[in-house]
């Protein structure tokens, strides 16, 4: 009975302590877009997320703009790394590594105030760029080489303004006589292939039929490729980031080709739904550390 009292006893004085503890008050940080000190800004970018770090703690990443409630007051030290949706997945977002993370010190948090950071980044100075600054716009003197592929000598690609995200773009027809159009970029070399650093290609897209992309690679005397992604129809310009580093560590080649195929496809009952397809693709970029 008097273990039974004290241990009640005790409870009621650590109920009646809680009670007069005053309930902290969170300081709010509101984190806006990054401006993106690259050619093009943010307008030629898609950096829909912040990765947060304040005094040195992972506090989560949220889509931007967004207003995070934190519990620190006073100079704190805020970290965002710009993210990206990897693949274009929206659940698979990550830090974009060839951005420069923002960093700033004594950044003054107020309990039930909002302080409001603007981010901003640029490419690493590290960043290697193995197609070459600017060639894969398509719109100056020195653009990245494309060939056809495919074994129709009467379709093939062009270089052109009509409807271009900026400047000029590559543009893939097809159509019932001609279903099948394929090219490849000209080759790149000297890729990282043991997983560190990872490589990505960035591009622009519109296309108004499902197309895919490939890596084209030497496999002994002759050349392979590997599926890398299918995008689905966009009726308008879309930014994507896709993450090549896993495939080339799977096939151990530091030299491959963008190889990118639009056809149209039979249903069924081997009727074409779709009589003609356009694929327009952009401001190619494969990047890595």
């Known amino acids: 009975m008097y273990r039974i009292l004290t241990s009640s006893f005790a409870l009621a004085l650590l109920l009646s302590s809680c009670k007069d ?9 509101r984190i806006e877009p990054f401006v993106v000190n690259a050619q ?16 040195g703690e992972y506090l989560g990443a949220y889509t931007l703009p967004a207003e995070v409630p934190i519990l620190a007051e006073g100079p704190c030290n805020i970290i965002v790394f710009p993210g990206v949706k990897e693949n274009g997945i929206a659940t698979s977002p990550n830090i974009y ?3 420069t993370r923002w ?18 980044t640029t490419y ?17 003197g020195s653009n990245i080489v494309i060939e056809n592929r495919d074994d129709d000598p009467d379709n093939g690609f062009s270089i052109t303004s009509d409807s271009a995200f900026f400047g000029k773009c590559i543009l893939m027809q097809v159509d019932t006589a001609h279903p099948l159009l394929d090219i490849a970029t000209e080759k790149v070399i000297n890729i990282p292939v043991s997983g560190s650093p990872e490589v990505w290609v960035e591009m622009h897209y519109k296309c108004d ?18 599926a890398v992604y ?12 896709i993450n090549l580093t896993e495939t080339l560590t799977d096939v151990q080649t530091p030299q491959f ?8 496809n039979k249903d069924a009952t081997g009727k074409y739904p779709q009589l003609r397809g356009a694929v327009r693709i952009d401001n190619i970029r494969i990047t890595h550390l």
């Open 21 to 29: 503890t005053p309930e902290q008050i969170p300081s709010y940080i």
């Open 40 to 55: 093009g800004d943010a307008s030629w970018h898609k950096i829909t997320d912040g990765w947060l770090y304040v005094n």
């Open 97 to 99: 590594p060839n951005l």
């Open 103 to 120: 960093d700033a010190t004594g950044i003054a948090l107020t309990p039930a105030q909002t302080t409001v950071v603007k981010p901003s």
């Open 124 to 140: 690493d100075q590290r960043a290697v760029f193995p197609f070459g600054a600017g060639r894969g716009d398509f719109d100056g």
């Open 209 to 226: 039929i499902p197309y895919f992309l490939y890596i084209a690679y030497p496999n002994g005397g002759s050349e392979s490729v590997r």
């Open 230 to 241: 299918q995008f689905n129809t966009s009726a308008s310009w879309n930014k994507i980031y």
């Open 257 to 264: 080709r963008l190889y990118f195929r639009a056809s149209l």
